[in-house]
């Protein structure tokens, strides 16, 4: 029986050069090197291009209605997707691997907000992001969410509330 415990390098002698690991894909994506063309510019090839973004939120709870200052707090989960036109791979190069984790300090991120909320969020942000092999991101994050909402309370307890929640970019149209 060989004993691996005492080698230098990470690799068994038998082993083939063939990439079967997510470190493998974040090197050949540069996310470890110089990141600054992944996290600095908007992930387009061209400037005019727009980039989409998809927005999924669930409300999967009120959690108090506040009358006397017209606000109320909600638990919300949020999905985000959009494509980096500079992150892609062939999965059969790495061993069928389609996906990979990756922090959210190595990519871009849209700048989203939540315009009516009204107290920041104590919740801390999810602190990674999915990279599929043909370039799209997905962003999951959970949020309390404390917002205004001008409720019209004269008809208590038959009433109907309608709030918003509008999400908008901070420094993009």
Request: some cysteine; hydrophobic content about 40%; aromatic content about 16%.
């Given at each position: 029986m060989t004993d691996y415990n005492n080698q230098t390098s990470d690799k068994r002698p038998d082993e083939t050069e063939t990439m079967c690991t997510y470190w493998d894909i974040v090197e050949y994506l540069n996310l470890t090197k110089n990141k600054d063309k992944l996290t600095m510019i908007r992930p387009?090839?061209?400037?005019?291009?727009?980039?989409?973004?998809?927005?999924?939120?669930?409300?999967?709870?009120?959690?108090?209605?506040?009358?006397?200052?017209?606000?109320?707090?909600?638990?919300?989960?949020?999905?985000?997707?959009?494509?980096?036109?500079?992150?892609?791979?062939?999965?059969?190069?790495?061993?069928?691997?389609?996906?990979?984790?990756?922090?959210?300090?190595?990519?871009?991120?849209?700048?989203?907000?939540?315009?009516?909320?009204?107290?920041?969020?104590?919740?801390?942000?999810?602190?990674?992001?999915?990279?599929?092999?043909?370039?799209?991101?997905e962003y999951r994050d959970d949020k309390f969410v404390t917002s205004t909402c001008k409720m019209k309370i004269f008809n208590f307890p038959f009433d109907i509330q309608s709030c918003n929640i509008t999400f908008r970019s901070i420094l993009y149209s």
């Open positions: 387009t090839r061209h400037y005019e291009s727009p980039t989409l973004l998809y927005i999924e939120v669930k409300i999967y709870a009120i959690l108090d209605v506040r009358e006397a200052d017209q606000s109320f707090i909600s638990y919300i989960w949020i999905f985000m997707e959009w494509r980096n036109h500079y992150l892609f791979w062939n999965e059969e190069d790495f061993c069928g691997i389609s996906k990979v984790v990756v922090p959210c300090e190595s990519l871009w991120m849209p700048d989203i907000i939540i315009e009516e909320m009204t107290e920041k969020d104590k919740n801390l942000p999810s602190p990674f992001l999915k990279v599929h092999n043909y370039g799209v991101i």
